[in-house]
Each structure stands twice: as structure tokens, then as C-alpha cells.
């Protein structure tokens, strides 16, 4: 079925690719066999429609049987915690899979007959307008098997105490804090960290990059030419307790302590016990010079060092005349541009709180001329690095990204530990990986494991690549390598791609600007595949929430939206905001979701409570806001003053669509911000030590890196 679709697919001739094979949480060596077998292979077709006989039945059921029984049920609540209270609630609210007696016996009470038939459908029951019941709830949304349920529940258990912001520690009954993902177990993240790397270190891999990637060190008074140019040396803004609040002027490039701001207010509530600990704030305020166009946290970091990707958006042309092409479908000339890496000090491994007497540091700066950039994703998966501190090196990683020129590109990010100078500027001629399918531009990207990369084109296509090449002689010699996957997804320009990593990485969601968001099952993508209902505004953010087995985007009317794996045609509304969402992030050991809005508003909210339990208050929090005015008398462009305020109470959102405070005469509006203003990037630390730092990136070219675990 799938190669009757139009698939453009490399000359090569390329084995099957067992990381997108049939994926089971069993543990049973017996089904582990089953799925190694090849497809045509198997006994049993599993995409049958039709009813099937199964031989040996009795036998078979009494083996793999669909209801559980009174012992399996006690296993899984030994899994889910016999002391958490939320499991005495599944018992009484009927969550188990207990067979009903109408189902063991009939009207007489006497036993009914084992079902002789075996069937399997595929798709779903069509849902109705209002999911009675939790039982339903789990079942519509995270499946019939009990297996599908045990990472949602303990996730439940684990964080649903905590409305919006994360707890730093858990309790004594081990609730809240920071926690890895339940579905993404130790035994994975070692093989993933271990054994997903050897094409790196034992395969050629890291040799290949290195023949591959041309760089050189810059001196600062070169390096400093390939920095964006700021319109004024330094930016104002106003900050501090409410009523008490001060100018500040920051310049270019330097940064600011948060508690600079409560200084005064530190120092007149020392009478009390515990004051300053409520007043004090752990963080740091960046200029960056220019708005952010994306930032992003380094992974696999376990020491105190914390490093933060930068990258601003280059000054806008004096000429303000239209343009005879399309730029969102030209590349761009080569032009200067760079990415800053800033390190952030924590206060120990301990517990990570962000060290506030030590400022951040810009250690490395990444010099190119490959035009603007438009994304950067660091490689999200377990690394253990293994022989780089011997080589007196500081490896941050393999660090992909989207230039304006239509390339993707990936570099091995790496500087000297001993360097002469606190800041180094590296020029990078050629990258580790790089490539562009003909005749379009690529757009977005994202990992779908250590080698393999997807990417979102301009003309509806997704392409993806295997970036190890270390046994491939085209790999080696080409300059633009073929993708193994080329397939079309959507009818026009695709804006956001994200892959359902870790628990399901086969799966892939997109969004374009047809309007449709659309979920990809890459074993099958011409086949497997379903589509959300049309919006009028494309979402330009997509991310995966794993606790819950989801997507979050946005929404036209300012909301934001849970598409559940197992249902993605419908959705659950998890937040509101009073501007329309320009980005989002999930924590990594936590269930937060940060918004970041047009009005300079971050939103955090838990979406566990809305989606578990629908007839509950939905909380969230504005952690800060952030507003921006142009000066008097000048002119579009030149960058006024902002002004951050923040201590606002979490507040109980109504999520119906009736609600909308913003119709007037039955039309829904919205307000026009400022470009300076919205908070354009926002990402969660995904090292857990630090799992509760955030930066937050706005229009103005402020960075705001703060501690906001409780």
C-alpha cells in the first residue's frame, strides 16, 4: 500500500529500519519473537478488518486474555503506588478492568459460553459530544489496554497535586518534584545513551563530521562583525516590586540579576524570618541586542555548567520597497549571522538552584554566513559523553538547525576547556551535515532519534535523513545527500514539525499553512495518517507532552489545545490566553506547559487536571508579563522601553467557547501587538538537575532565565 504513493526514495538500496518497527511496552518473550517476525510472516494479519478465527482458542485466551483478572488487577495497582490516594480512587470510581457479571453469566445466573470470535478493527468509536465517565475518558483517549494506561496514571499520581508551577522536590509521600518520564524507563534511556551512540564514537561517525566540518577561531574583533547590530547601545526598562519599580539601563550583551530589582525590598523585610526567601528571585535578565528568533537549552549537561542557545534576528533592510520574490520561498543571500552560547551556573548538583552571585558567561559564539537563522534544536536523546574531557574538550552536543539560505544543517558543537579568553568566536566554513531537497526550501525540523532527522519543506513535502553515513560511500562523497524518506504531507508551506519522542517516535505531527494539523505514522505515511479540523490561523508550534501521550498547539481564538495520539481528530482545551500564542514548551520531568503570548504574557499551566478529570476548574498562573513602547517622537523600529511585571495570583480559566470576552456584535476580535512586545521563545532546562530553569526570549531582545521550581 505504501509504495503506491508518490515516495521519492534514495538510489540506495536501504535496509528496513528497526527503530520505526511495531512498538509494544510487553515485556513478553514470546511477543517479542512475534514482532522480530517479518509482516508477511506473521500468523495473524494485524490491519485485518474482517472477522478471523482463531485456532485454539481456549488456549490462546486463557493465555493473552483482554479482561483482567483479579491478580493482574492487584499488580497494577502495586505499579500505580498502594498508598497513593488517587489509586483508592481508581478502585472506587470503577477504573479497573474487572469483568461486569453480565458478562460471566446470564439472566438465570448461569455461565455464559467463551466467545468463539476474534476480532480486530481498526479506527475508533465514534465520540460522542460528552465522555462519560473516567473510565471512558481513559479509554478514548490512551486506549483499551491496561499497559497503555500505567504511564498516564502514574503521571497522574505523581503530578496532579501541582496546579501550575513545578515542585523542585517531592513530598515525603514521594509526590510532585522532579521526576524522568514514566514511559521512558531507565533501561531505555541507557541503551539510548549507551548503545545508540556507538555509530558516533565506534563507527566512523564522529570521524565522518570531522572531515566533514571546516571551522576556525575567529579574534573577537572579527567575531564581533558577525553579531547583529542593535539600532541603541542598551535597552530600559522598568522592574521590581509594584509601585516601587526602577529604571534600569542594560547594555548590549551584558546581563542583570532579578534581585537587583528587589534590592531595596530585600533589605527593609530582613526583621523577618523567611522574608527574603519570599522575595528573592533566582534569575538573570540578558540583552541580547535584537528580538530572539530561537533559543534552546543544551542537552545531556550533569554538571554545574548550563549552556543556552541564542540566536537573534538579523536588522531589517532600510529599503522598504516591495520585494520581487517571495523571501518565505527564495533563499536568502549569504549574509552574517551567529548563535551565542551562554553558560549559566548552578548552586551544586544538588537540588539546581540557579546560582545568582555568578554571572552568566558567553562562552562560545558560532560565526556563519548562511543567512538568518530559524531554528535551532538541540538532539533531545540520552548521551553519555565518553572520551572528550581526555581530548580537552567541551562537547555541548549535535546542535540542528534551519538558515534562511533553505538548508538544514547539524554541528558537533565543541571549544576548548582550557581557552585562552572567556568568550570564543568559532567561524564555521562547512557543517557536520547539511542539505536542501531541489526546488524548495526547508522550514522546520526535529529529531526522530541519534541519526535520523525530519524535516518540514516549503512545498508541503517531509523529507528525512540519516545524518550517520558512516558505512555509505554516497554519504561520504555528496554534498547533498538524498533523504531516504521523501513523501507529500500537506497541500502548502509546512510550519512546525514535532515527533512524539520518546515514547513513540514513529509518530509525527505537523502543521501548515492549509490549516490542517496532521499526524504521520512513519511505518505507514501514505496510509497512516489523520487530520484535525481546518483552522483559519495555522498554528506555528507544535510540542509533545509525554506524561499524557499528546500534542499541544495553538488555537485561532487564543487557546491552546491537547491532541491525544490516540484521537488527534479531537482536542481539549487546556489554557486561554488574552493574545494570540506565539510559543510553547513541556517540561521534561514535569507537566508544565509554558505560553508564551503576543501581549508579552508566560502562561504556565498543568493540562493533567483537564484532561483526566473534564468537570474540574482549569488553573493557570501568568508567571510575568512583558509590555513594550515605542518612545515618543520616534520612528518604527527604534526600540523604546519595556516594563516586566509579575507576582500574579493563578486564576480559574473557563475554557467554553461561549465565554469569549472578546465578541463584540458577534464577532470574535483580537488586538495587534507590538512586534517588540510578545514573548516570541520559551524553553524548559532538559537536564534534571535543573529541570525547573526556563528562558524566556521577547521581541525587544530581552532574555529572562529564571528558576521557577517551588
Keep these: 500500500m505504501a509504495n503506491s504513493s508518490p515516495v521519492r526514495r534514495s538510489a540506495r538500496n536501504r535496509q528496513s529500519n528497526q527503530r520505526y518497527s511495531y512498538v509494544s511496552d510487553s515485556d513478553s518473550e514470546q511477543e517479542a519473537e512475534y514482532i522480530r517476525q517479518p509482516v508477511r510472516e506473521r500468523k495473524v494479519d494485524e490491519l485485518t478488518i474482517e472477522r478471523t478465527e482463531i485456532p485454539n482458542e481456549d488456549a490462546l485466551m486463557r493465555d493473552v486474555s483482554e479482561v483482567a483478572t483479579p491478580d493482574e488487577i492487584a499488580e497494577d495497582f502495586s505499579l500505580i503506588g498502594e498508598d497513593s490516594d488517587v489509586s483508592r480512587d481508581i478502585e472506587r470510581d470503577s477504573l479497573s478492568l474487572k469483568r461486569s457479571r453480565s458478562d460471566r453469566t446470564d439472566d438465570k445466573g448461569n455461565g455464559k459460553k467463551e466467545q468463539t470470535k476474534h476480532e480486530h478493527f481498526r479506527g475508533l468509536i465514534e465520540q460522542t459530544k460528552h465522555i462519560q465517565g473516567k473510565e471512558a475518558v481513559m479509554k478514548q483517549f490512551f486506549g483499551s489496554d491496561q499497559r497503555d494506561w500505567v ?40 541503551m539510548e545513551a549507551g548503545v545508540g551512540w556507538d555509530w558516533y564514537y565506534d563507527q566512523g561517525g564522529r570521524k565522518l563530521f570531522r572531515e566533514r566540518q571546516k571551522s576556525r577561531t575567529l579574534r573577537s574583533s572579527e567575531g564581533i562583525h558577525y553579531i547583529p547590530k542593535a539600532s541603541k547601545p542598551s535597552h530600559k526598562f522598568l522592574m521590581g516590586p509594584y509601585g516601587k519599580q526602577k529604571v534600569f539601563d542594560l547594555p548590549n550583551g551584558n546581563s542583570m540579576c532579578l534581585n537587583e530589582a528587589w534590592a531595596n525590598n ?4 530582613s526583621g523577618r524570618a523567611g522574608s527574603r526567601e519570599k522575595a528573592k528571585r533566582d534569575g538573570w535578565i540578558l540583552n541580547a541586542g535584537t528580538g530572539i528568533r530561537c533559543l534552546d537549552w543544551a542537552t545531556n549537561q550533569d554538571d554545574e555548567l548550563q549552556y543556552l542557545a541564542i540566536a537573534t534576528m538579523l536588522p531589517k533592510p532600510t529599503n522598504q520597497g516591495l520585494s520581487p520574490v517571495s523571501p518565505a520561498y527564495t533563499p536568502s543571500p549569504p549574509l552574517r549571522s551567529c548563535i551565542q552560547i551562554w553558560a549559566f551556573r548552578a548552586q551544586g548538583l544538588g537540588y539546581g538552584y540557579l546560582d545568582s552571585t555568578r554571572m552568566p558567561e558567553l562562552r562560545l559564539v558560532i560565526c556563519t554566513e548562511w543567512g538568518d537563522v530559524k531554528q535551532l534544536k538541540w538532539c533531545p536523546m540520552p548521551r553519555i559523553f565518553r572520551d572528550e574531557d ?48 531541489p526546488n524548495t526550501l526547508c522550514t522546520c525540523v526535529t529529531w526522530l532519534s541519534a541519526t535520523d532527522i525530519a524535516v518540514g519543506c516549503a512545498n508541503g513535502f517531509l523529507a528525512i535523513w540519516d545524518i550517520s553515513g558512516a558505512n555509505s560511500e554516497e554519504s561520504t562523497k555528496a554534498s547533498n545527500p538524498s533523504p531516504w524518506l521523501y513523501i507529500y504531507l500537506h497541500q502548502s508551506y509546512i510550519l512546525a514539525i514535532c515527533s512524539a519522542y520518546p515514547s513513540y517516535p514513529h509518530f509525527l505531527a505537523t502543521s501548515s499553512m492549509d490549516g490542517f494539523m496532521r499526524l504521520t505514522d512513519l511505518r505507514a505515511p501514505s496510509t497512516d495518517c489523520v487530520l484535525t479540523s481546518r483552522s483559519r490561523i495555522a498554528s506555528s508550534t507544535i510540542v509533545f507532552c509525554e506524561p499524557l501521550l499528546s500534542f499541544v498547539s495553538t488555537e485561532e481564538n487564543d487557546y491552546v489545545r491537547l491532541y491525544p495520539l490516540r484521537c488527534f ?142
Excluded at 502514574?154 to 518520564?181: C, F, N, Y
Excluded at 530585600?266 to 523585610?269: I, Q, V
Aim: proline share 4%; net charge neutral.
Design 151 to 190: 504511564p498516564v496514571l502514574r503521571s497522574r499520581d505523581q503530578w496532579l497535586a501541582e496546579p501550575t508551577l513545578p515542585k523542585r522536590v517531592p513530598d515525603e509521600k514521594d509526590i510532585g518534584g522532579m521526576h524522568h518520564l514514566f514511559s521512558h524507563t531507565e533501561e531505555k534511556r541507557s
Design 266 to 269: 530585600l533589605s527593609g523585610s
Design 390 to 437: 581526555s581530548r580537552g574538550k567541551v562537547s555541548l552536543g549535535l546542535l540542528a538547525g534551519i538558515w534562511t539560505d533553505g538548508h538544514v544543517r547539524i554541528l558537533d558543537v565543541q571549544f576548548d576547556k582550557y581557552g585562552k579568553s572567556m568568550t570564543t568566536c568559532v567561524k564555521y566554513d562547512t557543517p557536520a551535515f547539511q542539505a536542501r531537497p
Design 569 to 710: 481528530y479531537t482536542s481539549v482545551s487546556i489554557a486561554r490566553a488574552d493574545s494570540f500564542p506565539l510559543c510553547l514548551s513541556v517540561g521534561h520531568f514535569h507537566p508544565t506547559v509554558l505560553v508564551g503570548c503576543a501581549d508579552g504574557s508566560l502562561i504556565a499551566t498543568n493540562p493533567i487536571r483537564k484532561v483526566l478529570y473534564r468537570k474540574v476548574q482549569q488553573y493557570q498562573q501568568t508567571v510575568f508579563r512583558h509590555e513594550w513602547a515605542r518612545s515618543h517622537g520616534n520612528a518604527a523600529g527604534e526600540i523604546g522601553m519595556s516594563r516586566l511585571t509579575e507576582g500574579y495570583k493563578v486564576v480559574s480559566m473557563t475554557l467554553q467557547r461561549d465565554s469569549i470576552q472578546q465578541a463584540q456584535e458577534g464577532m470574535v476580535i483580537s488586538t495587534i501587538h507590538e512586534e517588540e512586545e510578545g514573548v516570541t521563545q520559551v524553553a524548559w532546562n532538559p537536564n534534571l538537575a535543573c529541570g525547573g530553569w526556563i528562558a524566556a526570549g521577547m521581541g525587544s531582545g530581552l532574555v529572562r532565565v529564571q528558576d521557577l521550581a517551588i
